[in-house]
C-alpha cells in the first residue's frame, strides 16, 4: 500500500486505534478507565505506528514500550506487560491496517 493510503489510514482508524490499545493493554502508570488521562500516552504512538508500518517485529515493539517505560516513565516492574502490549498492537495491526493491505494486494494480483 502506498504512504498515501498508509496515511489516510492513520489519520481515520489508525492513530485512535493504536491509542485504544496502548490504553487497554498496557498501560504502565494504570490510568486506564480515567478520562482526564485518556490522551497520556498519545505521545508515543506516532513512532510506534512508524515503527509498524516499517514492519516491526514483536520483540521491536516489546523493546520500544520496555524504553518509553524505563527512561520515561522510571517504572521497572512492567516487562510482561510490554510483551503482552506487544502482542496486541501487532495483533490489532494486522487487523486493521494490514488486513486492508493484503486485501488490495489480493485485488491486485487477480
Not at 493493554?25 to 510506534?48: C, F, N, R, T
Not at 508500518?53 to 518509553?68: P, T
Request: glycine letters at 8%.
Amino acid at each position: 500500500m502506498s504512504l498515501d493510503a498508509w496515511i489516510a489510514w492513520w489519520r481515520t482508524d489508525g492513530e485512535e486505534g493504536l491509542r485504544r490499545v496502548l490504553m487497554e493493554s498496557w498501560d504502565p502508570i494504570g490510568v486506564a478507565g480515567q478520562p482526564a488521562a485518556a490522551d497520556e500516552y498519545d505521545s508515543y504512538v506516532p513512532a510506534l505506528g512508524s515503527k509498524l508500518r516499517a514492519g516491526a517485529s514483536l520483540d521491536e515493539i516489546v523493546n520500544y514500550l520496555a524504553q518509553i517505560r524505563r527512561e520515561r516513565m522510571e517504572l521497572y516492574s512492567h516487562a510482561v506487560a510490554d510483551h503482552a502490549a506487544a502482542k496486541a498492537v501487532l495483533k490489532w495491526y494486522s487487523g486493521g491496517y494490514g488486513a486492508r493491505e493484503a486485501h488490495e494486494q489480493d485485488a491486485k494480483d487477480a
